[in-house]
């Protein structure tokens, strides 16, 4: 079964840093996105930065030039390193896989995959 899960999140101050880190389990597709959303309370969840497997990135406006994506070699690692948090930036981040190409799927012990969540980590970011 493939699962992701995230750790590194807690409480930070204002102008702080954290990494958090999301790990993948089970056979994920070659051919990849990676990506961070967050959802804050009472608002929608929002991609905030992805990774794709040929290493390209995208960042949301809200957090470019702060926030960094990185993955490691084998693809089972991704990380979202966040410097000079703001408190806007409290949310529950959630990793999340979907492959490359949209509308395709991927199939692991006799399972099919359009996309995995994690359960998600807290960041808060106090003033």
């Known amino acids: 079964q493939v699962q992701l899960v995230e750790s590194g999140g807690g409480l930070v101050q204002v102008g702080g840093s954290l990494r958090l880190s999301c790990a993948a389990s089970?056979?994920?597709?070659?051919?990849?996105?990676m990506g961070w959303y967050r959802q804050a309370p009472d608002k929608q969840r929002e991609l905030v930065a992805s990774i794709r497997s040929s290493g390209s990135t995208y960042y949301a406006d809200s957090v470019r030039g702060r926030f960094t994506i990185s993955k490691d070699s084998g693809e089972k690692m991704v990380y979202l390193q966040m410097n000079s948090l703001r408190s806007e930036d409290t949310a529950k981040y959630y990793c999340?896989?979907?492959?490359?190409?949209?509308?395709?799927?991927?199939?692991?012990?006799?399972?099919?995959?359009?996309?995995?969540w994690g359960q998600g980590t807290l960041v808060t970011v106090s003033s």
């Open positions: 999340n896989v979907r492959p490359g190409l949209p509308g395709h799927v991927w199939y692991s012990n006799g399972h099919t995959y359009s996309e995995v």
């Open positions: 089970g056979d994920i597709v070659s051919n990849n996105v």
